[in-house]
């Protein structure tokens, strides 16, 4: 069911990709940050901003993310520049700004099943 109260609300859903995406959006969150070090490119049903964690992989997959967390690894941003940039972005997405997902018109869906999920 969707979230009743405002603040932070603790989701028990799988831990997967789509799935925990999907249930996250049916639970009725916004805007979801997706961290991926293997460059999943899938699209939720609301915004989600993708956030790698490694250069090398933002390189390769450029129309896949959103932002590279990869540049306080390669010491180019302190940690404190690289969130202050991921705040700002975030504050673009939930005032309207497309996700690369969204430019690219990717939404998808994954249901999950009863029982065990790997």
Do not use: Y
């Not at 991921?86 to 998808?108: I, P, Q, Y």
């Amino acid at each position: 069911g969707q979230a009743k109260k405002h603040g932070l609300n603790l989701l028990c859903a799988p831990g997967n990709d789509m799935v925990s995406s999907t249930a996250l959006a049916a639970a009725g969150c916004h805007v979801i940050m997706f961290s991926t070090g293997r460059g999943t490119p899938f699209g939720a049903p609301v915004p989600t901003i993708k956030v790698f964690t490694n250069t090398a992989l933002s390189k390769r997959k450029p129309n896949w993310m959103d932002f590279n967390a990869g540049v306080i690894a390669d010491g180019d941003a302190t940690i404190d520049e690289a969130a202050k940039d991921l705040f700002d972005l975030v504050l673009k997405v939930s005032s309207g700004e497309k996700t690369s997902t969204e430019r690219r018109n990717c939404h998808e869906i994954s249901i999950w099943k009863d029982g065990v999920v790997l």
